[in-house]
């Protein structure tokens, strides 16, 4: 039997004109093709949805999928005090706000559940659950920045390894716009490009977290000079763009405007 494994490089976490994102799923596809992406696992949010466009959703998703791109269909599920449960695979539909009840949901439809870019407040919270995901989201390049990820949110994932030494760290891009950084992505060696061969590299660990010339192991056990250095990137990163958020709020106090390419280009930097 031919065991001949490929690479392929994907994004986890995308948002698309069917919820909040700029763009529509076949712009997205272009797009990532473009990047050199062969998968992209969907998480347009859940309560745009309806049972009837989240068949259509699906098959749109199966629609533009081929040997060179595929979609993975899935949905982000907002619950209690705007906690995010990322449903990788799921697209079916609960009527709970619980976030321990819907990782329940997605397992019990055999997908993924991740803890999507949790607070630092939350911590506690997710650390009391008695159910929990397949995984933490240890790096979102949206709310962590491009430039390193929060060392808080691999010692969470550590302590929950504690109780389910399975649990994974996920890599995610939560692709909103069109002049998003997305260059964090997910790399796996399969024999072929499916759903259910990606979903369970995913599940697995078989998978590596690259940003440029950093990598990241599924299991997120990150080495101390790693650490360190993130903590220090962090830091400055959450210092300029508090100091960002500041002045803007001082120009909108005597109505000045930031103009829309200055917009864009901090887009680019955020």
Not at 131 to 137: D, M, R, S
Not at 235 to 261: E, H, S
Request: neutral net charge; aromatic residues 12%; glycine residues 6%.
């Amino acid at each position: 039997m031919d065991q001949t494994l490929s690479t392929y490089r994907g994004i986890l976490h995308a948002h698309t004109t069917n919820s909040d994102g700029d763009y529509s799923l076949e712009q997205l596809r272009d797009v990532l093709v473009r990047n050199g992406y062969s998968f992209v696992c969907m998480t347009d949010h859940a309560e745009y949805f309806d049972k009837t466009k989240a068949e259509a959703y699906r098959r749109e998703c199966e629609r533009l999928s081929d040997d060179r791109f595929l979609f993975i269909p899935g949905f982000e599920f907002e619950c209690e005090e705007r906690m995010h449960i990322l449903g990788f695979g799921c697209t079916t539909l609960v009527d709970s706000l619980d976030p321990q009840e819907v990782i329940r949901h997605i397992k019990k439809n055999n997908c993924l559940s991740v803890i999507a870019h949790p607070k630092d407040s939350m911590f506690p919270w997710i650390e009391s659950f008695h159910e929990l995901p397949h995984g933490i989201e240890t790096w979102n390049s949206k709310y962590d920045s491009q430039y390193a990820p929060r060392p808080g949110t691999f010692a969470l994932l550590e302590r929950l390894q504690d109780r389910v030494p399975s649990m994974k760290a996920y890599y995610g891009v939560d692709l909103h716009f069109r002049n998003q950084n997305r260059l964090l992505y997910n790399e796996v060696h399969v024999q072929k490009l499916s759903r259910d061969v990606i979903l369970e590299s995913l599940f697995a660990g078989s998978y590596v977290g690259c940003m440029r010339t950093t990598y990241l192991p599924s299991d997120g056990r990150l080495v101390h000079e790693q650490t360190k250095q993130f903590a220090r990137t962090s830091a400055r990163y959450f210092a300029f763009r508090n100091f960002v958020k500041n002045t803007k709020k001082r120009l909108d106090g005597i109505g000045a405007n930031i103009p829309p390419g200055l917009k864009a280009q901090l887009r680019r930097i955020f």
